[in-house]
């Protein structure tokens, strides 16, 4: 089955405490990216990956790192999370960018930063 | 990519057509009109585009008026679990090499299946 894995889906963690979201897809997609979500907002963007070991920043990548090593995992990284990255995140990947392709997204994982 | 216009909330009953609008009246003749939804906080899903022809899917319906400017999505036949937020979407078609291609959500229709 064609998806996207996200881990873990809920956390809880205190101000400065680096965690690490993990993403990974399994239909070979060459195109990464994560969002949050905010009451509000909307889905935001905060950073994106073409291919392997090609990676930018999306709208809001502040506080933010990520790395792609492997097509497949587009891991999210906090190094020092803080309250206001409290949000609803959300992997999503697509063949490639640009072409009218559908972008699969993964289940959520909601963070809690106190 | 072209900005979108959606009613906030719409109900519909079960069983029945549901008929979601969209206007999209600066749309330009290379984007494409995409429909996602979101089932309360869970992921957004796919579910159907088209660029000028009406389309049609295992999931809905896409009408695509001559001009362009407006977009219907319909679900023949809704039911209790097509309850969530519908978005419509407008976005170039090719990659220009400058920008992120990420999609822009909008507020979306709310969508509530009346049993």
């Known amino acids: 089955e064609a998806q996207v894995t996200q881990n873990p889906r809920y956390l809880i963690t205190v101000t400065g405490k680096k965690l690490t979201v993990t993403c990974s897809q399994n239909m070979n997609h060459e195109y990464m990216s994560w969002y949050r979500q905010d009451p509000g907002l909307g889905l935001r963007q905060i950073y994106y990956s073409m291919n392997v070991e090609v990676t930018d920043k999306g709208d809001v990548p502040e506080g933010y790192k990520v790395s792609r090593k492997e097509k497949r995992n587009f891991p999210l990284i906090l190094e020092s999370p803080s309250p206001n990255q409290t949000s609803l995140y959300f992997c999503a990947s697509t063949l490639r960018a640009g072409g009218p392709y559908e972008q699969y997204f993964g289940p959520g994982t909601r963070l809690t930063v106190t | 990519d072209a900005k979108t216009t959606q009613p906030p909330s719409m109900d519909c009953a079960e069983g029945r057509a549901a008929n979601l609008p969209c206007n999209h009246s600066t749309i330009s003749g290379n984007e494409y009109v995409y429909w996602y939804r979101q089932i309360h906080s869970q992921g957004p899903q796919y579910i159907i585009h088209?660029?000028?022809n009406n389309e049609t899917n295992e999931m809905a319906s896409l009408i695509i008026t001559e001009d362009r400017k407006s977009s219907t999505l319909i679900l023949p036949h809704a039911t209790l679990r097509d309850t969530a937020v519908y978005y419509c979407?407008?976005?170039?078609?090719?990659?220009?090499?400058?920008?992120?291609?990420?999609?822009?959500f909008g507020k979306g229709t709310h969508l509530i299946i009346q049993p």
């Open positions: 088209g660029l000028k």
């Open positions: 979407i407008v976005r170039v078609q090719m990659y220009s090499g400058g920008g992120a291609d990420g999609l822009t």
